[in-house]
């Protein structure tokens, strides 16, 4: 009975968030950020993702866009799996023949810009009055190009990473559960606690986006290469703090090797993990479904340790955006529906999916995708707050998987010593530098 | 006028002397055009703009850039292809005399008469129809250290700790070993034919002269079984030049390409420079295959060379 009126409360309150966030044209004291723009001229547009699930939820939004702001308008979308989808693209560049409108990563922008291939949307924010920095800068910056920092793409949401453990190891080693203000040497010392018999206190270096970049950005430092793309930064003082800090850990038996995690994917770390056989594990936002869905047993989300130094708790955030064709024959339409699809309207659509965070920071909008998790104690604010102080993504291109892994196996499973491994990757990285 | 038709007949002349044998030529040419056709457009077409396309500047997306030489310039001074040679070598050199040695000891002993001697035939010719990439992803489960087949049989061994799938010494043995798996039954039934196209005669008369069963092997067999061997050389060693789908799979669950390139074959390299790399060159990757090809070629030029030495072909057919 008491559980039937939570939910309904919780239906109550998710209600009444919605009728806020729904009229959002009517503008009734709710601070819009970005206001859609009704077309010029409608026309046909392509489109390109290649996220299922993302693109029923665009149907949706486009389907309102095409209703309030732009009758007549036909918009084609084509899904492609990640795993073609870019050897797609780049043969359909080759041809000249990019869809008017794709979904981008920030790993892969640098290459279509560097060869003229997307559509310059500076213009269209002047236009619309979008304050480009409105967002959080890790989610932009790496969609700015040329010398001005125009911005190229229209963020569509957010990544984070946060700590997910494991509550009732906690309590069997009789350990507090972990704050937001915990710092490396708190983490440290609960690895240690929480590694029994052949259960790890940790596993948190696996994956660029996931893993160890997000403990060298806790130091100051960019992981990896500088924004500018012209350095490794992995022999810088603090790569080499935060890279030793985590062998350490691995090195005293507090982590598992890769071998023992049987990969070098984040999901390796995450199924070791949802198995119990390791208490603290870094996940990024796109596993909150998974976890909730697959495990069993309680957990907790918290946010990143702080460097004890800098007290700076940093998460890496990757950000999918929508860009344009440098040669679609529609630019006008294709920036209004990008327009659209950015606005606190078109972002509502996947606020409510969940799953995606939307990238519209707009308060109303993060609620409801928190909201749409359901009826749930789990803090999942932590991968909110952890877009604050967050850091882009610098990497560069498909090359940086394989040096990326190379880094970890040599570290974490072959033993190398941090300052051999970083000389090894920093000769092949600056190889690959422009 | 009478030069066209001079042209015609000297081309129809080439099918054959008579008015039927021509026309039966003809018939012959119509029937495989629609083959023809194909593999001139999907493979000889693809082939000969390597040629054109190894001498340009070409990242795929901006206008290609006549070069010239320049690819293969850089190619003669590329660390990372020569690393990427040696390990070719070193894949060659292991699964080559491997496979032939085990797909010579099936055939001999499925050459002998037993039951179901059939199915077991097609049991060793299965891995040969079974995509590599199946088979590849199935021996990476059979090599993962701590949870892997492998290291569950020797885990009381100095083996137990091995990691095949990471360390630099160790990942070429998964690739070899995947190849040479899948390798063995085509080998075996090339072997097959050409022991049963040994007249069993000779062994009739080795057997009189006294020869016991291992001279009747190393006297009989062997030589007799040589053309067969050759051919079967030729092909292995071509075939493990170009190994990729195994390293790429095996590779891919750790570090693609092997941890610091130690599983990069020529192949492999060859797509990193094209699809992978952060600066892509369909140009130079282009330039790589055809140097690949150049070296495959040499390679078999060699063998043919040799082979006078110890191929026994029946009737002084070697000189054929």
Redesign the interface.
């Given at each position: 009975m008491l559980k039937n009126k939570r939910q309904l409360v919780v239906l109550l309150v998710v209600l009444m968030i919605s009728a806020l966030a729904a009229p959002v044209r009517a503008q009734d004291g709710e601070e819009l950020l970005i206001q859609p723009q009704p077309c010029d001229e409608p026309g046909t547009l392509t489109m390109w993702v290649w996220d299922e699930n993302w693109a029923s939820i665009i149907e949706d939004s486009i389907a309102a866009w095409e209703a309030d702001y732009c009758p007549g308008a036909e918009v084609n979308i084509e899904v492609t799996p990640w795993g073609q989808y870019w050897?797609l693209l780049?043969?359909n560049?080759?041809g000249g023949d990019l869809p008017d409108v794709f979904n981008m990563s920030q790993t892969f922008f640098y290459?279509y810009a560097d060869?003229d291939?997307l559509l310059n949307l500076q213009p269209y924010w002047d236009e619309f009055g979008v304050d480009t920095s409105l967002w959080g800068s890790g989610l932009v910056d790496p969609y700015r190009w040329g010398g001005n920092g125009d911005l190229y793409a229209a963020p569509v949401n957010w990544d984070t990473i946060t700590i997910f453990y494991n509550m009732e190891m906690f309590d069997d080693a009789g350990l507090d559960y972990p704050t937001a203000d915990w710092n490396w040497d708190d983490f440290a010392v609960a690895a240690e606690e929480l590694t029994v018999g052949d259960v790890y206190g940790a596993a948190v270096y696996l994956e660029y986006q996931a893993g160890y970049p997000n403990w060298i950005a806790a130091t100051g430092t960019t992981p990896i290469v500088d924004a500018a793309r012209t350095a490794c930064t992995l022999d810088d003082d603090g790569s080499l703090e935060a890279l030793n800090f985590l062998a350490d850990l691995y090195n005293d038996g507090y982590m598992p090797s890769?071998?023992?995690l049987?990969?070098?994917?984040a999901d390796d770390a995450f199924n070791f993990w949802a198995s119990e056989r390791v208490a603290m594990i870094t996940a990024g936002s796109w596993k909150l479904t998974d976890a909730i869905d697959q495990v069993d047993f309680d957990w907790g989300i918290v946010q990143l340790p702080q460097n004890p130094a800098t007290e700076r708790s940093r998460s890496i955030v990757h950000s999918v955006g929508y860009v344009a064709s440098a040669n679609t024959e529609n630019p006008d339409l294709a920036a209004n529906l990008i327009l659209y699809l950015a606005s606190d309207e078109g972002q509502r659509f996947f606020a409510e999916g969940g799953n995606v965070a939307p990238a519209n920071p707009s308060p109303a909008i993060q609620q409801l995708w928190i909201d749409s998790f359901g009826d749930t104690d789990l803090n999942i604010q932590a991968f909110v707050d952890a877009t604050q102080d967050s850091q882009g993504v610098t990497v560069?291109?498909?090359?940086w998987?394989?040096i990326n892994?190379?880094l970890v196996?040599?570290i974490f499973?072959?033993d190398f010593p941090v300052e051999t491994a970083v000389e090894?990757i920093c000769s092949v990285v600056e190889d690959?530098?422009? | 006028m009478t030069l066209i038709r001079g042209i015609i007949s000297r081309v129809l002349n080439l099918f054959g002397p008579t008015p039927l044998s021509r026309r039966k030529a003809l018939w012959g040419l119509v029937l495989i055009a629609p083959n023809t056709i194909g593999l001139f457009f999907f493979f000889g077409v693809p082939v000969l703009m390597t040629f054109w396309t190894s001498l340009q500047q070409w990242?795929?997306?901006?206008p290609a850039q006549y070069i010239g030489l320049e690819n293969f310039q850089t190619l003669a001074q590329d660390d990372k292809f020569r690393d990427a040679l040696t390990i070719t070598l070193k894949l060659v050199g292991y699964t080559v005399p491997a496979e032939m040695v085990l797909a010579l000891g099936v055939a001999l002993l499925l050459n002998i008469p037993l039951r179901g001697r059939g199915l077991l035939r097609m049991a060793y010719f299965i891995p040969v129809v079974t995509s590599t990439v199946a088979a590849s992803v199935v021996w990476t489960n059979v090599f993962?250290?701590?949870?892997g087949l492998l290291s569950k049989i020797v885990a009381s061994t100095s083996w137990a700790d091995r990691?095949w799938?990471?360390?630099p010494k160790f990942i070429l043995f998964p690739i070899a070993a995947v190849t040479v798996w899948q390798r063995i039954g085509f080998d075996m039934v090339l072997f097959l034919s050409g022991l049963q196209a040994i007249p069993n005669v000779l062994y009739d008369a080795a057997t009189i002269d006294g020869a016991n069963r291992w001279q009747r092997f190393r006297y009989v067999t062997l030589p007799m079984l040589s053309p067969t061997t050759f051919l079967v050389m030729v092909l292995a060693i071509i075939n493990s030049f170009l190994i990729f789908d195994q390293a790429f799979i095996i590779t891919a669950?750790?570090?693609?390409?092997g941890?610091?390139d130690s599983a990069t074959t020529l192949t492999y390299y060859m797509y990193?420079r094209a699809?992978?790399?952060?600066?892509l060159s369909l140009g130079y990757a282009s330039a790589v295959a055809l140097a690949q090809f150049a070296i495959i070629l040499a390679i078999t030029l060699v063998q043919l060379a040799v082979q006078r030495y110890w191929v026994y072909y029946e009737a002084g057919e070697a000189e054929a």
């Open positions: 050897d780049r043969t560049a080759a290459f060869n291939a890769i071998s023992e049987g990969g070098t994917s560069f291109d498909e090359i998987d394989p892994s190379e196996v040599l499973d072959l090894e690959e530098l422009p | 990242n795929g997306i901006q993962q250290p701590e949870s990691k799938l990471t360390d669950r750790f570090v693609p390409g941890v610091l990193e699809f992978v790399d952060a600066d």
